[in-house]
Nanobody, 130 residues
Framework: QVQLVDSGGGLVQTGDSLRLSCAAS????????MGWFRQAPGKEREFVVG????????????YYADSVKGRFTISRDNAKNTVYLQMDSLKPEDTAVYYC???????????????????WGQGTQVTVSS
């Protein structure tokens, strides 16, 4: 059993920064990837960023959606079993509920498809005003 607790959202202005945290409890050490999805009102949940958490030669590799490349950075503190999402140069179109996710099975690598998510965080709201 794995539990994910995400936090760090808030209301900011265009160009500001936020850092989201996702603290995992339980056995994720043999999992494949952790990452963040987001869902804006009226839109489908989309995969934004991921990090590979196991696999020789591939652990720590990352994936970024084109919409956030160069602005968002994912990192992981293994000792704390926590993943962070540093979001810089925020835009109004980044407004969404952000969900932490973990994929425990399948191929090694940072990418996570929605059907392959094993556990979700509860979500944290990010609102960027113009």
């Amino acid at each position: 059993q794995v539990q994910l607790v995400d936090s760090g959202g808030g209301l900011v202005q265009t160009g500001d920064s936020l850092r989201l945290s996702c603290a995992a409890s339980g056995d994720t050490y043999r999992g494949r990837a952790m990452g963040w999805f987001r869902q804006a009102p009226g839109k489908e949940r989309e995969f934004v960023v991921g990090i590979s958490i196991s696999g020789s030669g591939i652990i720590g590799t990352t994936y970024y959606a084109d919409s956030v490349k160069g602005r968002f950075t994912i990192s992981r503190d293994n000792a704390k079993n926590t993943v962070y999402l540093q979001m810089d140069s925020l835009k109004p179109e980044d407004t969404a509920v952000y969900y932490c996710a973990v994929r425990l099975r399948g191929p090694y690598g940072p990418f996570i498809r929605t059907p392959d998510v094993d556990y979700w965080g509860q979500g944290t709201q990010v609102t960027v005003s113009s």
